[in-house]
């Protein structure tokens, strides 16, 4: 036995430098794809931020600690190899292919299968296609998750033959603890064990018990995978289905079978050729008897056909069918790559294999028989080490890193932590350095020094990854180059440029963002403090800190259009931070509110205007062509144009029809919609039916968004009934539908703003000029205009206006009776303070606008009302990750989280820090699966106790 086991140990270890030669033979450190670089060891502690991580992006839900108990192993190879971490990963490495082929072996020989056999069938199991994809793609995570798999199919086998409920259940609670590992993994164990368990149970000879025995095993088997999966199930309810979409989609790769089996033809035929020539020769020799091996063989072999189908679910031909149980099926859309299914084709081929194998050793006498019945099977081996060769080895190696990146990672580390980090070009996972030989993940997104803003990948929709979005979006757009206040919004204080940096163009997104450059506007009112090589860091001497104490907020009645009309007026926001109209409930006290002209109508008490965001009733996608998709993910679509809406927004190309539900309180209401297209065709007509009531507008083509009037409506029911229909091939984005209860209160605060942008006046327009440091990035030349507002009560209004002119002119201003001439100096670009007025009746501001000599451009006009008599200032605690929800902190102080995932924060009365939820989610979650288990536990020893006295006397009659 510990020779054969110590033969197993070395075939395993040679397998394993097969694998690895590329990696153990190149200097420097493991780093291929997914799998960054690892160089200090403070950096092992990474991961285990947990569960909520404050360094990743504007804050992230860490569900899962797959990282780190990763990094456990690779902490004891380092202390065992001294911390020379680049030493200590590739023996790690070493280790887990050596393991992923020993398992397997051990667990073939509980099945009484020869030592040969084993060894070969856990060959071929590592080297099969699932660890080469895995291996190509840095999966280090699946790659542990798979050696350590086999530790529960020796259990299971163990359960079957013994007929032992206890271990049954033991492999059950160890599939489920794979889940917080790689939950892919655990998942494909959990679906592996059911025709396992089937075949080796109802195929069973003793025919009287078969039913018994399969119950007694599969039930306490799936009760302990489940208690393992429920914190993991409470968590993703709570915390990451809101925020994360994985879409079936992304599994699609537009082949057919026919064009998979032409260019893997030979492969496909070295592997199936052997295996059936071997199947007949050895098991057409000897007829089959109905042992376990047996059995357990016919699980296998059912569990590799579902494996082909499965893995075939990109495919056209099984692209339906993967849609349905991605959508149908729990826990299925976790499988955006249905390759991973290869997992269940390498166990039965590897089973298949060992049994083939076995059989050959047992049946044949002769010593060429038996040589060549095996040296089918090693055929296979074969194949798979040529895939290695084609298709891995040059895809994986080392790194060796340069001192000037090393001391970039020391001077992060130094950085003050209450305030994050932005970088340009922008970190991404598609980041590529020039002195990369093999692509690897970004270390500055995967081991963040500190606080870090990234553009995240498709599948994170949170508010906060998509307001990072159109922060990037403002600058690769030319809206603005005021970055100095975007970096304000997202408590960044410093700047990181990397000029060895670059993203590939390989998808329009990081085209778009390609477009970012670090010129001397964009760093305008940074100073920098630290360069080394290509490597340069800016800070911003005025930054606001993640958590700070603020004074007031300010309520935004429009979109993300208004943030950047504020930053070009110098408002400050980072002092009264933003929130949205969408966003607003009692716990804040208005006295600060910014308004959009075109939201002058929606301006009312927030309790009498009901805002439905249409993005959530629209899928996920990127195919909008004659249906509604949420646009998420197509923010960069005609220069992000789309992406000003604040709360998402939805798009189609074509005609559609999205129906939805929504509860409101019954009423009269004016009814409005926020849309935007910029297609000139006059041919984008669309039809809303709000309960019975049908209302059609033509959507003409506008810069910005546009509210339309609908119309008004009496509600008389709580349970409103909305349908959209678009008509037309245009290209159209809607944003919110807006309910505004008829005569409803206008809001009270002390302070109001209404911008009006250059493209909301109405009047002679003459010409446009554009340059990102004009407000929204354009300013337009009129002849004249006219505007009309309500008052907001009385007070003070005073009227400023932005000009730029390149020569000397003149302008006749209006305000209400109130008329002056105004003399340009040429050149000149900033804001004049043409007319104050303190109306002390709810008299109508009407202003007029007229040039009366030179080139004159506006790039927007100001009215301030300043009420007469002010409230009381108080102290709020604002923690930026998002423009979302407010508590009641105590003595009925706000809290403000902003961002995206404000719903799993609550705030403490004793503390002015903000109390995460996923921690206590992480708890009652892990205890609900602790107790659920021992329950399950207790009644398996119950069960097993009362078969054994139900056994013993059968016995005795």
Request: proline residues 4%; hydrophobic residues 45%.
């Amino acid at each position: 036995m510990i020779k054969n086991l110590l033969i197993a140990f070395g075939a395993s270890i040679i397998i394993a430098m097969v694998i690895l030669h590329p990696i153990l033979l190149e200097p420097g450190y493991p780093a291929f794809h997914d799998l960054s670089p690892i160089w200090s060891r403070h950096q092992l502690f990474r991961p285990f931020n947990y569960p909520w991580d404050p360094y990743s992006n504007l804050g992230y839900p860490q569900v899962l600690p797959s990282n780190a108990i990763y990094n456990l192993g690779l902490m004891l190879f380092s202390i065992i190899f001294q911390g020379t971490l680049d030493l200590a990963h590739k023996l790690y490495m070493l280790f887990i292919i050596a393991f992923s082929c020993l398992g397997l072996a051990v667990a073939l020989r509980y099945v009484k299968l020869n030592w040969i056999a084993c060894i070969l069938g856990g060959m071929i199991f590592t080297l099969s296609p699932f660890l080469q994809i895995r291996f190509i793609h840095g999966h280090n995570t699946i790659i542990l998750a798979n050696a350590l798999s086999t530790i529960p199919m020796v259990i299971l086998f163990i359960s079957l033959k013994r007929n032992s409920i206890k271990e049954g259940f033991l492999a059950g609670v160890l599939i489920g603890s794979l889940a917080y590992l790689s939950p892919h993994i655990s998942y494909m164990l959990a679906m592996a064990s059911l025709p396992i368990i089937t075949f080796t149970k109802l195929l069973d000879k003793d025919h009287r018990n078969r039913i018994k025995n399969f119950t007694c095993i599969a039930i306490p088997h799936y009760l302990a995978i489940l208690a393992l999966w429920i914190p993991i199930a409470i968590r993703l309810e709570f915390e990451a289905s809101p925020y994360n979409i994985i879409r079936v989609e992304e599994s699609y790769s537009g082949l057919s079978i026919v064009q998979v089996i032409e260019s893997h033809f030979l492969e496909i035929a070295l592997i199936l050729i052997p295996l059936a020539l071997a199947f007949k020769k050895i098991c057409y020799k000897c007829p089959i008897k109905e042992e376990f091996k047996e059995r357990l063989l016919l699980g296998f072999l059912t569990l590799a056909f579902i494996g082909l189908i499965l893995s075939c679910g990109g495919l056209k031909e099984f692209y339906s069918l993967y849609s349905v149980l991605f959508t149908h099926i729990p826990g299925f859309w976790i499988f955006r790559d249905s390759s991973k299914f290869q997992y269940f084709i390498a166990l039965g081929i590897a089973y298949l294999s060992a049994y083939l194998t076995d059989r050959a050793n047992q049946i044949f006498r002769d010593r060429k028989s038996k040589i060549v019945s095996i040296s089918m099977i090693v055929c296979i081996l074969l194949v798979f080490l040529i895939q290695w060769n084609i298709y891995v080895f040059d895809k994986v190696g080392c790194t060796t890193l340069n001192e000037d990146f090393k001391e970039l990672f020391k001077e992060l580390r130094s950085l003050d932590d209450n305030y994050r980090l932005l970088s340009l070009p922008p970190a991404n996972w598609a980041t590529r350095y020039s002195w990369q030989k093999i692509w690897f993940l970004d270390p500055i997104i995967s081991l963040q020094e500190i606080p870090t803003i990234e553009v995240k990948g498709d599948e994170d929709v949170s508010r906060s990854a998509d307001f990072v979005r159109w922060v990037y979006t403002s600058i690769a757009g030319n809206y603005t180059n005021n970055l100095k206040g975007l970096m304000k919004f997202l408590s960044a204080k410093y700047l990181l440029i990397r000029h060895d940096v670059n993203l590939p163009c390989f998808r329009y997104d990081l085209k778009f963002l390609v477009k970012i450059k670090p010129s001397k506007e964009i760093l305008s009112g940074l100073r920098k403090t630290w360069q080394r090589g290509n490597y340069e860091i800016y800070s911003l001497e005025d930054a606001s800190s993640i958590l700070q104490r603020i004074d007031d907020f300010t309520l935004i009645y429009g979109d993300r259009r208004t943030l950047l009309t504020a930053l070009s007026d110098e408002y400050p926001l980072d002092k009264y931070p933003p929130v949205f109209i969408e966003d607003l409930i009692e716990s804040i006290e208005v006295r600060r509110v910014l308004i959009d002209a075109r939201f002058l109508k929606l301006a009312r008490n927030s309790s009498n205007v009901k805002i439905i965001s249409l993005t959530k009733y629209a899928p996920v996608s990127t195919i909008y062509s004659n249906r509604w998709v949420s646009g998420g993910l197509l923010w960069y679509l005609k220069d992000g144009i789309y992406s000003f809406a604040e709360n998402g927004f939805i798009i189609c190309k074509g005609e559609s029809e999205l129906s939805l539900t929504e509860l409101i309180n019954p009423g009269r209401y004016d009814i409005y919609i926020s849309y935007l297209t910029l297609d000139k065709s006059k041919n984008c007509l669309l039809e809303v039916w709000i309960m019975d009531k049908r209302y059609i507008i033509n959507c003409n083509s506008t810069y910005v968004y546009k509210i339309a009037y609908l119309g008004d409506s009496i509600i008389d029911d709580q349970k409103l009934n909305i349908k959209i229909i678009k008509k037309g091939d245009c290209e159209l984005a809607l944003s919110n539908l807006y309910l505004v209860k008829f005569d409803a209160d206008i809001i009270d605060a002390n302070e109001m703003i209404v911008y009006f942008e250059d493209s909301d006046l109405t009047g002679e327009k003459i010409g446009q000029m554009y340059s990102p440091k004009l407000s929204n990035g354009m300013a337009t030349n009129y002849n004249r205009f006219e505007v009309n507002i309500p008052s907001f009560g009385s007070g003070v209004y005073e009227v400023y206006i932005k000009i730029i002119s390149k020569k000397d002119g003149s302008i006749c201003f209006r305000l209400n009776s109130l008329e002056r001439n105004v003399m340009i100096k040429g050149p000149l670009e900033e804001v004049l303070k043409v007319s104050e007025i303190n109306l002390t009746r709810n008299d109508n501001l009407r202003i007029g606008f007229k040039t009366l000599s030179g080139t004159i451009f506006i790039d927007y006009i100001k009215i301030r009302y300043v009420k007469s008599e002010n409230n009381a200032p108080k102290t709020y605690i604002f923690y930026n990750i998002s423009s979302g929800e407010q508590w009641k902190l105590g003595n009925n102080r706000p809290i403000a989280l902003a961002l995206g995932y404000a719903p799993i924060f609550k705030a403490s009365n004793t503390s002015s820090t903000p109390i995460y939820l996923g921690s206590i989610y992480t708890t009652i979650s892990s205890l609900i699966g602790l107790v659920s288990l021992v329950i399950f536990f207790l009644i398996v020893i119950a069960l097993e106790s009362e078969l054994k006295i139900h056994e013993g006397r059968g016995t005795a009659l």
